[in-house]
């Protein structure tokens, strides 16, 4: 069985300022925020069905520069397992 895997991270204002604890997007220094503790679990079961180990990333509902306007779909990094 083979399996690719692709990463989409939401950035849309819903989901709250991620400077302050209530966001879904808070970067706690000291734990995984809630994301990235489910895309680690999933990606560790995943990554042994995918051969090549490249997890494409996408983002979507961000302020792009130069220009703020907001992008539905946009290219972040990809990430070997």
Do not use: C
Not at 6 to 33: E, R, W
Not at 67 to 81: I, M, Q, T, W, Y
Request: no cysteine; aromatic share 12%; glycine share 6%.
């Amino acid at each position: 069985t083979q399996i690719h895997f692709t990463v989409a991270i939401d950035f849309t204002a819903s989901n709250g300022n991620p400077s302050q604890s209530t966001s879904l997007h808070y970067m706690n220094p000291y734990q995984m925020n809630a994301y990235a503790m489910a895309l680690k679990a999933v990606g560790e079961i995943i990554q042994d069905y995918d051969s090549d180990k490249m997890f494409p990333a996408l983002g979507f509902g961000a302020k792009l520069p130069p220009d703020g306007r907001v992008s539905h779909e946009f290219p972040l990094k990809v990430f070997p397992a």
